[in-house]
């Protein structure tokens, strides 16, 4: 419990240490941005395939293709359905958006950042899933794919928000909150695992099914949107190459 304790802090940590480089490189160009994304988008896709989805087919018996298929599409859709309700949160910042000449785009960016939080929770459960294989090496190498995921993502959220207004202070105590968010879910997923074994190979694919969906629908199409397309195809397969290195030396 103590190592998964100290993972899920490693994990929400990352989004801090992130928003920390935003701060310090308020500039940082979409170029860099995109490469690290798709090198964390490498590293996550290897992570949902070697770490969660054939780890499901294995403690699925029978039916384990069934059990496995089943869910990553829940939870493919499960994250599609945030999608479509994240709200409207101007309070979040605790900010009156009336009072910015550009309040427009403060409720992008906040939308944005409420985004990132909602999607670090089952990023989180998916952490805390993989250490009920209990493979912990495998379960350490999918939380640090998710830790790397993390830091661009803390590293692109400073920028917008005191580009629309928000002070520095408040900035950071929202990115600590999404770093939060991120200690609960990777919490709340060992716990689930641990309490309930059988649901395990279920919980393993919907892990791996969220993971999928935010790399195909999220980071991919941000690292192919801002001319560094090439450079990001490469990025995502060293990525992609590290981890599955890491997985044949270190398992």
Known sequence: MKLVFLTAIGVGGATVAGALIGFAFKQISHKFSDIV???????????AILGLILPSLEYGGELGIVVTIAGIFVGAVCLNLIDRLVPHLHHLAGEDAEAHAGSANLDKVLLFVTAIA????????AAGVSFGSDNQTEAILIAGGIALQNIP????IIGPMLAAGIR?????????????????????????????SAILP???????????YVISDE??????S???Q?????????????????DVLLT
């Open 230 to 246: 090439s450079g990001a195809t490469y990025a995502l397969l060293v990525g992609f190459c590290i981890m599955l290195l890491s």
């Open 202 to 212: 279920f919980a393993l694919a919907f892990a791996g099914g969220t993971m999928l």
């Open 37 to 47: 994304l798709a090198f964390a988008a490498g590293v996550m896709l290897a992570a």
């Open 153 to 156: 993502e803390g590293m692109v």
């Open 118 to 125: 909602i999607h670090n929770l089952p990023e989180g459960i």
């Open 168 to 196: 520095p202070k408040r900035t950071l105590v929202i990115a600590i909150a999404t770093g939060l968010v991120e200690v609960f879910g990777t919490l709340l997923g060992y716990v689930a695992v641990s309490a309930a």
């Open 226 to 228: 801002h001319g560094a």
């Open 219 to 224: 980071m991919i199409p941000e690292t192919h």
